[in-house]
């Protein structure tokens, strides 16, 4: 499946009209993750967040938008990291078919 | 804490700084800082309605604005000469605003830490 | 609050009309040119009742030919160190582009 | 008192950094910190290693690079104005395999955050561009 998307050299879709749930799975599952609803409600967020704004928070932004939309626990820094331990902004992103942010090249 | 001002004194469109201003005004606020932001002169075209970025392949600062509140900015003034002399009426913003006078807005700009500008 | 402003134009004007007298408008880079006596600047339609202090950076004129001399009378100079006092001595700074 | 300063327009194209650099210069003179010099938006280009103007013009990059130099004066460059123009921090540019050795001595890549804590930090912020 990965194989077949047209994805840039970060490993994110060039194309959001390529996302669907099981390619963000496939995409997480190469990276060694298992999405649980924990993780779905953040990339929903994020999804939600850049269709409505037309803007990608950086790292700091990020959390502060979690937290007005999810509640503060969820924009901490260590219950993000936990979901995303290699960078909640950079995988939250990719996983929700958005591009890379510029902070997380 | 510090109030930190923003002014947005040219229309947001056609300029790429316009977008890296805002993200310095949500960056303040989320660094706790008390944010205003400012729209006066031609800047006061940028709160108006339809504009259409996308046609000329730009990206669309509109519902960027929109995204100020998220960051609690809600302090978004405007100033009353520059709508009047530009013929923008209240019912053309595009986002809630305050309408202030250049007096009254010049007094809150000078108890501010800090007045930014691009 | 200090305006500072670096291009010869219409909101120099707009500034001095809108500080009081606790402000200061500095011109520097291209707006110097503003502050020579003659009937288009916008520093000669300063009404009287301005009273904000207007600063012109005087290595900047120096640069472009605009002499003391020929300046409006109610125009100070200064160097970069009197820049600094200007930004130490006033708050909020205001950069105008 | 402790100033922090923002350049938000290329060298060359306008006097900015011109301005910019004089009025750091009697700070510090006037025995002020000068705590940090926030490179935005064109400002950026302020950093490009490889500027090479002619020999009898100023050379604004290797002033840069000597303040830095002599007075440990901290020049940071906003990462997202950088990534969009063209200048690449040398990890990332090894990473992507872009050039890496565009940034001029002195020069640090980083957040926007670090100019929200000069400004919160300093007693004064002036900002120079066009």
Known sequence: MLA???????????????WTKSVAEAMALDDGLVLSVAHWEIIHFMQAYYDE????????????????SLGASKGSSIYLYKLFPDGPLKYANKYAGLPIPPSCI | MKTLVFVID???????????????????????????????GDGAYALMKNQHADVIGLKNMIPVLNALAI????????????MKSRAISEDQLLIPADILSRCDIKSRMNAAGHVFSF | MLFIINKNSA?????????????????????????????????MRRSDNNTAAIYALSPD???????????????????????????????????IF | MKISVQINASPYQHQTADTAWHFIQAALVSGHEVYRVFFYHDGIYNALRDSRPPGDERDIVKRWSELYRQSNIDLVVCVSSAQRRGLLE??????????????????????????????????????FGD
């Open chain 4, 90 to 127: 040398q990890s990332v540019a090894k990473k992507v395999g872009g050039y890496d050795k565009a940034l001029a001595d002195g020069f640090r890549i980083a957040g926007l955050g670090l100019l929200m804590e000069a400004v919160i930090d300093s007693d004064r912020h002036v900002t």
């Open chain 3, 61 to 95: 004129m120096q640069a472009r030919g605009v002499r003391e001399a020929a300046c409006h009378k109610h125009i100070k100079f200064v160097d970069y160190t009197g820049f600094v006092e200007l930004v130490v001595n006033h708050n909020p700074v205001r950069s």
């Open chain 3, 11 to 43: 909101v120099i004007g707009g500034c001095i009309a809108k500080a009081s007298a606790d402000d200061v408008v500095l011109l520097i880079e291209d707006a110097v040119f503003a502050v020579i006596e003659c009937g288009e600047s916008p520093v």
């Open chain 2, 71 to 82: 960051y609690d900015i809600n302090d978004v003034l405007i100033e009353r000469e520059s």
């Open chain 1, 4 to 18: 077949e998307l047209n994805r840039d050299e970060y490993g994110f879709l060039k194309q959001r009209s390529q």
């Open chain 1, 53 to 68: 704004y037309n803007h990608q928070p950086n790292a700091r932004l990020f959390g502060q938008a979690i937290k007005k």
């Open chain 2, 10 to 40: 040219k229309p947001l469109h056609g300029n790429v700084r316009a977008q890296e201003f805002l993200d310095m005004a949500m960056m303040a606020a989320a660094f706790d800082q008390r944010v205003l932001i400012v729209f006066e």
